[in-house]
């Protein structure tokens, strides 16, 4: 075998950190829906989000700019992870006896153990920068609540996180990391904000979804002038941020001497699936290559598959503007599913107008065929992968699986966002054979989509 034919780790030298984010959305054939006030139902103005984020990411989420500089302070973080390398999974090719191709691009090397440090730096950055003493946020599995509080602890900024209540019990470990870096955790709902108390009070036992946590932390920093609100998926300029996987992605692709047929990635908000995808997608549509971009997502929160494309609120309790995307309903609650990070009520406006429009496919698996990729992962790459990100690996198998039966050498690239190490008791459960899979809940689905909000705007 040649040497560069058993190459298995494709990686760039810090040199090649992207120096600036990559923005999709002057390349997309129409213009993304606006924004609109809960209140007025018109266009959102940059005053009407001040109090929630520093203007220069207000500024990132509306930018027409084809790409962003990344600041030296925030590159130089970076550096402490990126590039993350892009393996060829040659075990898993082999125990599949695929004739496809099968790459990964791993966000688990980072220090938080996922994709989330890649905005995280970021948006703590920017806040320090406008004098803002404290963040606050939601979190599901706590992959971005821990990557938020590093992110705080290297600008000395403090951190208040609103975890969803069913992945603080489930998941002791990460709520520890979030307490190690610094900062605060609270089970959502909690007692602490009326968002929470509303919740309580309607179901006292409530496991709490990512769009209740929200509904807290947007209420919180909305309600106290010194702290500012972040977000860790959906939004444009969390998008931009995770475009630094994709770009180093398409270099190492290109060194590995190939380009992608496939490219897969987990969808919870959307931001790691965009940070891969986005990159290709700009290629596909300014280029026209025929890449087939997969979003994946869970049955039991179904967003992009059974969802409607529709104006909603980002959060339960109503607090946030309005945009325009795949939802289930704001006001539902989806099983306590394992992959904590999956469980949204919505997903990225700008990756739901790319599902729409029919540049990206989207698929949906139930927990255990998940679960069964994953462990097929590790017994032959070796890396535990997190339940969120096994959503990417299910499909892959399967898209390498087809490649067989038709005798195509398809290359499938897909993202690797985060390692399990914190999810064992998922894995234990799984082992046990205790997993339950989650059958689609169209009666909740649709008593939630009776209550989505009236707007004037379709466009
Ligand atoms: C490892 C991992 N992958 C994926 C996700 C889903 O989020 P997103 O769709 O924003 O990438 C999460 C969310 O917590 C996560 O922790």
Not at 24 to 51: C, F, I, K, S, W
Not at 189 to 199: N, W
Not at 258 to 270: K, R, S
Not at 427 to 434: I, N, P, R, S
């Amino acid at each position: 075998m040649a040497e560069s034919d058993a190459q298995t780790k494709i990686q760039l030298d810090e040199r090649d950190i992207p120096t600036h984010w990559y923005n999709l959305v002057p390349d997309l054939p129409h213009p993304p829906a606006p924004v609109l006030h809960p209140g007025t139902g018109q266009p959102v103005g940059p005053a009407d989000l001040a109090p929630l984020f520093p203007m220069a990411l207000i500024g990132q989420e509306v930018s027409q700019e084809k790409t962003i500089e990344i600041p030296d302070e925030v590159r130089d973080i970076y550096r402490l992870w990126r590039p993350t390398p892009v393996f060829r999974a040659r075990r898993l090719e082999k125990a599949l006896d695929t004739t496809a191709h099968i790459y990964y691009k791993y966000e688990g090397v980072s220090p938080a153990g996922s994709h989330k440090p890649n905005t995280a730096v970021a948006q703590a950055y920017y806040n320090k920068a406008e004098g803002i003493r404290r963040l606050t946020t939601e979190t599901g599995a706590g992959q971005w609540g821990s990557a938020l509080a590093f992110a705080c602890a290297l600008f000395k900024l403090e951190c208040t996180v609103y975890m969803v209540s069913a992945s603080y019990h489930q998941k002791p470990y990460r709520r520890s990391m979030i307490q190690l870096y610094g900062a605060e955790v609270f089970p959502s709902p909690s007692p602490r904000t009326q968002s929470g108390q509303k919740v309580l009070a309607g179901d006292p036992n409530s496991p709490g979804s990512l769009g209740i946590a929200i509904s807290e932390a947007v209420e919180d920093a909305a309600t106290h002038d010194d702290a500012h609100y972040s977000l860790g998926s959906v939004l444009n300029h969390v998008l931009l941020h995770q475009s630094v996987i994709g770009q180093e992605a398409l270099k190492q692709m290109d060194a590995a001497g190939e380009y992608p047929d496939v490219v897969i990635g987990c969808v919870g908000g959307g931001s790691n699936f965009a940070g891969l995808a986005f990159p290709f997608v700009g290629e596909k549509l300014r280029q026209g290559k025929r890449t087939r971009i997969i979003a994946v997502e869970p049955e039991a929160c179904p967003t992009l598959t059974k969802g409607t494309y529709a104006y909603d609120f980002g959060d339960t309790v109503g607090l946030t503007p309005l945009v325009k995307m795949h939802t289930l309903g704001h006001s539902f609650v989806p099983p306590a599913i394992h992959a904590g990070g999956l469980r949204y009520h919505g997903a990225a406006p700008l990756l739901s107008q790319l599902v729409d429009e029919g540049t990206v496919e989207a698929v949906a698996y139930p927990q255990n065929g998940v679960f069964d990729a994953a462990i097929q992962f590790a017994r032959t790459e070796g890396i535990v992968p997190a339940p969120e990100s096994a959503h990417a690996i299910r499909a892959t198998i399967d898209e390498a699986m087809r490649a067989r039966e038709a005798g195509e050498r398809r290359v499938i690239l897909f993202n690797l966002s985060g390692h399990g190490h914190f999810d064992m008791g998922a894995y234990d459960a799984y082992l046990a054979g205790a997993l339950q899979d989650y059958a689609y809940p169209s009666e909740a689905i649709l008593r939630a989509l009776t209550e989505l909000p009236q707007v004037a705007v379709t466009a």
